[in-house]
């Protein structure tokens, strides 16, 4: 009963002091409202860097056959290497850290793949079941190539969102049917999306490794080797690819040393780049955040200190008539708590809205999906309110100590 | 009026009237230190005021008398010296006893009224019960009933703004009164009013202390002085001279031997 009283005398002073307290408000409102946009560019920033590496694996090496360029043990440069079945499960079995690995088995061009009165040329990918985690294939339809095409050698085939509109005409069910490619019947098993948008990730059909080696006379030669890294470091990916290499140089007998024997391209370590730039810039967003966040409580102490400064005169006429220094503070406490969790709220509201307002209009590259660690977002608000506390419990804590004949002198 | 007065007086019986000390003082010293300097302000004030009884302060500028009532009012604290107030000694008083012990028994009116301005006639009145603990609707009611004690209920829902120097200071003296109080200590409550109005602020503090309540009033005019029982006269800390006003006195008699 008491403290519902309470409350009315705080809502009776907010009342009839509504400029003050929008003021207050105001910058708290004001102060979680841009930590929350800076917050949700930086995700956005982030989300776009993401995006942008969203094609293919993160942490991935590739390696592709190559030509030795320096002499090695009797042999003279210009040698060329080549992968051979052996190598993949070599590289599967005896180095530590690979996650995923898959062997590519390409016939660039010359295929021609029909169905019915359509036909196109489109390059043929032998791969591992693997594969689909290393290049991020999206699955439309269907299923990706499996262990068990692989051991079989079945003639099964996964083709593109394109390859099926090019051959599947009216609309027609591919699932299941019999394409035939360079006048062998494959059954289709799927239909993928490669999400980078390039024509010519779209322009290919996949089939396992085995098969393609098998029906296509590849014998035991692969194209190249692709190996994920789970989720190790740039530095421990470098120390992956250099096993990998020096493995290699031994097995197919060419200076480890020579760059050109066999190619490699480490995803991780470019990936790493990027993120550190982005680490930089979302650190930044931080600092801003915080500035933002010190200004709002440097704002909020500041209104805090006027506004008991301004009341002096009241408390000491509350205190005359028998308020303790304990119901003084509390008051106006009470009363902060109030305005800067009521205002904070606003801000939180405004700020997400607007971010989720704005999230499906923005889509450029390396800026997409602003959105806000809500977590976050409270954790300031309550910071903010917290702040607006101590602001106003030092000062309400002196005007309470303040002798009340000082606070009714006239000036 | 009449009606108030009959109630309360019986509890006023004679003897218990005229003995019971109200507030007494003995050998009160302040001093105020001021950087450097320090100013002895009160420099040991022996003083009896008994119960009933309305007293004027008097005393130039700087004689100490705004002390007086400020240590008197729990407001200030002296150095050196006893201060019983209703009996009790007022000892070593932290800012919270203090504020209840005004709360209780003590009711103030100042020269510039004091009222809070954000607040209406009948919010400012009511005030005090809020810090008794008195629930919101039983206040909002007594406020309503002093306000028309003063004569100020067709006032309530105004801003002290809106009042005239008059209306300010018995809303004032309405706020003071409404929470029961054994004394009230009026600090120049006319120093900011024109005559007319000053003498009807005076006959109310004769009225209310007719009711049996300790009045204390600081002024510098010789007309309100003489208005009360007792003039004291302070100088230089010191009391100067005390002596029974012989105008007031019929009232008081009038009063007791009823």
Known sequence: MFDLDKWQEIFNTIEKNKMRTFLTGFSVAWGIFMLIILQGAGVGLQKGVENEFRSSATNAIWVWNGQTSKAYKGNNPGREIRMKNDDYSYLGSQIKGIDKISGRYNIWSGNTISYKNESGSYSIRGIHPDYQKVEQLTLVKGRFINENDQQHSRKTVLISKLVDEALFKEGEESLGKYVSINKIPFKVVGIFDDDDGRDDNMQVVYVAVSTAQQVFGGAHNLNGIVVTVGDATAKEAISIENQMKSKMASRHHFDPTDNQALFFWNSVEEFSRFRKLFTSISMFIWVIGIGTIIAGVVGVSNIMMIVVKDRTKEIGIRKALGATPGSIVSLILQEAILITAFAGYVGLVLGVGLLELISDQIDTPFFRQPEVNLSVAIGATALLVIAGMLAGFIPAKRAASIKPIDALRDE | ?258
Do not use: C
Not at chain 2, 104 to 122: D, H, P, R, T, Y
Not at chain 2, 160 to 167: A, D, R, T, W
């Open chain 2, 1 to 258: 009026m009449a009606l108030f007065m009959i109630i309360l007086l019986p509890a006023k019986s004679g003897s218990h009237f005229n003995n019971t000390m109200m507030i007494t003082l003995n050998n009160i010293h302040k001093t105020y230190e001021t950087g450097s300097n320090s100013l002895h302000v009160l420099k040991g004030i022996d003083l009896e005021v008994g119960a009933g009884e309305m007293v004027a302060v008097m005393g130039s500028s700087g004689s100490g008398k705004s002390t007086l009532l400020n240590i008197l009012g729990l407001l200030d604290r002296h150095d050196l010296g006893d201060y019983y107030l209703d009996g009790k000694l007022i000892k070593d008083m932290n800012e919270t006893k203090a504020a209840l012990l005004r709360n209780k028994f003590l009711g103030f009116v100042f020269q510039s009224f004091n009222l809070i301005s954000f607040k209406n006639a009948a919010e400012n009145v009511a005030l005090p019960l809020y810090y008794q603990g008195v629930s919101r609707r039983s206040r909002n009611k007594l406020a309503m009933e002093y306000l028309e004690r003063v004569g100020l209920l067709p006032w309530a829902a105004h801003l002290p703004n809106e009042l005239s120097g008059g209306q300010k200071q018995r809303l004032a003296i309405a706020r003071a009164l409404i929470g029961k109080p054994k004394v009230i200590l009026a600090d120049e409550p006319t120093g900011a009013l024109d005559s007319t109005t000053s003498g009807e602020v005076m006959d109310l503090f004769q009225e209310i202390n007719q009711t049996g309540i300790t009045l204390i009033i600081v002024t510098h005019e010789k007309d309100i002085a003489h208005k009360t029982q007792r003039i004291i006269k302070l100088r230089d800390g010191l009391i100067d001279t005390d002596h029974k006003n012989g105008h007031a006195k019929p009232i008081t008699k009038a009063i007791v031997s009823l």
